[in-house]
Structures are given as C-alpha cells and as structure tokens.
C-alpha cells in the first residue's frame, strides 16, 4: 500500500517556476514509478511526466517538455516537480500517481494523490 499526498500547489504569475512535492507513505516507495497528471475544468486528465522507479529514465510530452523536470529522492519517498516559464494553460489540479511500470495512461497507476492547485495568471 502506498499512500500520496502533494503539495506547493498556489497562485503564480506567468513567467514564474514552482516545484510541485509528492510525499510518499511505505516502505516499498522506491519501487514503484510515479506519474504526474494534470485536470483543468471540464477537460480531461493530462499525462505531465513519468519517472522510473530508479530515477534514470523520465518522459514528457510536448506541451511541457523543456519547462517541467521531474525528480525523485526515494531515501526521502518523494518525487518532485520542478515547473519553469509557467503559462496560464498549466493552470489545472496537480496530482502524482504510484504504478509498477511507467506509462502516458492514468488508468495503469495504482495509487494516487488528493491533487494540489497550481493557478497561472497572465
């Protein structure tokens, strides 16, 4: 069982960066990957950027690749999200999600997080 809960999610102006923490519960964190998704009102949930259980391999889609770097410290049992240059269309609720194998779907994690906000003004 591995319990998720984010945080660093607040109101920014465009332009600004924010690093987004997903803290994780158990012992057995360090091997599991850990996604980040994204939900803005009345769309669906985003694919924002995976992580390998080990740290070596990540992945993002265009929409955010070369403004968002993820991380993970499993001594720490938190995976981090370092966001650059935001832009008002990264306004959305944030949540990192727990599986045994990294993929773009939503569906193929395990477990999830409450989501944290993160609001970009222009």
């Known amino acids: 069982q591995v319990q998720l809960v984010e945080s660093g999610g607040r109101l920014v102006q465009a332009g600004d960066s924010l690093r987004l923490s997903c803290a994780a519960s158990g012992r057995t964190f360090r091997d599991y990957a850990v996604g980040w998704f994204r939900q803005a009102p009345g769309k669906e949930r985003e694919f924002v950027s995976f992580?390998?259980?080990?740290?070596?391999?990540?992945y993002y889609p265009d929409s955010v690749k070369g403004r968002f770097t993820i991380s993970r410290d499993n001594a720490k049992n938190t995976v981090y999200l370092q966001m650059n240059n935001l832009i008002p269309e990264d306004t959305a609720i944030y949540y990192c999600a727990a599986g045994r194998e990294t993929s773009t779907a939503a569906t193929r994690y395990d477990y999830w997080g409450q989501g944290t906000q993160v609001t970009v003004s222009s």
């Open positions: 992580i390998t259980w080990s740290g070596r391999s990540t």
